[in-house]
């Protein structure tokens, strides 16, 4: 959220980077989900149903590094 309103309180460094990094990771994901295609897409020629969106491989790896640091991370704290 870019804009706040003038009468809510300024909000703290540590939650404005956690707001910022959930949005990253939401784009993250929808760039690595596979598009949907409604029942209609059996319709349509193969050239206009697209298998993969650009990028989703690079999203997907992206994804997994993240994964296994977080996974690391977590391992040290238990």
Do not use: C, V, W
Request: aromatic share 4%.
């Amino acid at each position: 959220m870019d804009r706040a309103l003038p009468t809510s309180p300024k909000r703290e460094k540590h939650q404005e980077q956690l707001d910022e990094m959930h949005d990253a990771l939401y784009q993250l994901g929808d760039k690595a989900r596979t598009p949907f295609h409604g029942n209609g897409a059996a319709l349509l020629p193969e050239a206009l149903t697209p298998k993969e969106k650009p990028g989703q491989a690079a999203a997907r790896a992206h994804i997994s590094r993240l994964h296994k640091a977080f996974k690391k991370t977590r391992k040290g704290k238990e």
